[in-house]
């Protein structure tokens, strides 16, 4: 299972929300490709970048800041944000991200089919929960009527290999993820998944290794490396990963 830290552009720079909160934003760098080294010097196998103007927004609104994180990577990257046309998740895929992450247009099925059939595992279909609810437009908006189960019965069938699931109500909180919500999730998704929010300290990531289910690739992590409440060189040699 992998580490994997996260870098949310707003602005041009480094930053993370509370509970997807736009007015709950802190502010941790003001050079994205700096904080890419960082991680790549303590030992990360993968990096999860987010547009977070662009989730809001509708288009990608950080692209300088992604070629510039891009421009100093030598380890893959996963982004998202702001990609709702095949055009979008084309121009970031030949830029050099390794792979696309749709949230608000992973609805369409026709444009994901379309994505899926040309670029194969590179596409990557995020799934946002709040609640229980799914949410969409940088979590701006909710999906009422759609069931996880039948979500992720959708995107099997299209081919979507991965899915990066977050439970919106702990991201960004440092209270600790919910391994109930993340079993749940694991049981009903037939794909890769990985998973993000709440992770606090050491034990949180340990509690999560406990969880038997091979279809877990990953934990996404991100307040708790940009606090200090520990480092991701000490989480990938304590926890064997």
Known sequence: MLIIPAIDLRDGKVVRLTKGAFDRETVYSQSPADVMQKWQREGAKL???VDLDGAKEGARQNLGSLKNIVAVAKIPIQFGGGL???EAVQEVLQIGVWRAVLGTKALDT???TKLVQKF???IAVGIDIRDGVIQT????SSEQNIKLRDFCRQIEKVGVKTIICTDVSRDGTLRGPNPKFLQMV???AQVNVIASGGISDLSDLKALLR???SNLEGIIVGKALYEGKFTLQQAIEQLGM
């Open 84 to 86: 709702r046309t095949y």
């Open 47 to 49: 990096v999860h970048v």
């Open 137 to 140: 437009h940088g979590w701006q």
């Open 186 to 188: 694991l049981k009903t």
């Open 211 to 213: 969880i038997k289910a």
């Open 120 to 122: 194969k595992e590179r």
């Open 110 to 112: 026709d444009l994901i």
